[in-house]
T-cell receptor
């Protein structure tokens, strides 16, 4: 089954304790991205990647890191989490974003609810 | 950056009735895509409908249709024969053609009342 898999679904941590949220897709997609969802603010892009070893900042990258060493994986790293990073996080992927296929759309993971105390 | 505005934070509709969710966007681009995503209580993001700006015909998917007004930069979603399973948060999104970023609105929480 084609899917984007995020882990964990729920995570409670304390300020300053490094954490990683994993994201993996099995559709051979070039494009992957991370979003955070906050009430009243919708989804905002954190980072995106057009392909292996190619990453770029989105609209709210501060406090986050990403890496794209393999095509299927795109982990989100919080080196020193703070309470303002408490949010619902989504990973997404697409095969055609940035191209000219006319079939652009995002496939989303099931989300990670993060609480930083 | 592009902006997407959803001015209705919450809406409700009686089961079997029709409801329209509004979305406006601001862009200087001529070629782009617009989307409506549904997020039920399960939190999963589900693509409802997609519109290509260079197509004048409004997209439809079963009970879901859009009213795309390019000059007005408006992209509303109409849900006909509303069902209880339509209860969800709905997000409007924009992406320019050949772009690499999606821009989302703040969402409209829709409740279908039995």
């Amino acid at each position: 089954e084609a899917q984007v898999t995020q882990n964990p679904r729920y995570l409670i941590t304390v300020t300053g304790k490094k954490l990683t949220v994993t994201c993996s897709q099995n559709m051979n997609h070039e494009y992957m991205s991370w979003y955070r969802q906050d009430p009243g603010l919708g989804l905002r892009q954190i980072y995106y990647s057009m392909n292996v070893e190619v990453t770029d900042k989105g609209d709210v990258p501060e406090g986050y890191k990403v890496s794209r060493k393999e095509k299927r994986n795109f982990p989100l790293i919080l080196e020193s989490p703070s309470p303002n990073q408490t949010s619902l996080y989504f990973c997404a992927s697409s095969s055609h974003l940035g191209g000219q296929s006319g079939n652009e759309k995002l496939f989303f993971g099931s989300g990670t609810q993060l609480s930083v105390l | 950056a592009q902006t997407v505005t959803q001015s209705q934070p919450e809406m409700s509709v009686q089961e079997a009735e029709t409801v329209t969710l509004s979305c406006t966007y601001d862009t200087s681009e001529n070629n782009y895509y617009l989307f409506w995503y549904k997020q039920p209580p399960s939190r999963q993001m589900i693509l409802v409908i997609r519109q290509e700006a260079y197509k004048q015909q409004n997209a439809t998917e079963n009970r879901f249709s859009v009213n795309f007004q390019k000059a007005a930069k408006s992209f509303s979603l109409k849900i006909s024969d509303s069902q209880l399973g339509d209860t969800a948060m709905y997000f409007c999104a924009f992406m320019k053609r050949n772009g690499n970023q999606f821009y989302f609105g703040t969402g409209t929480s829709l409740t279908v009342i039995p």
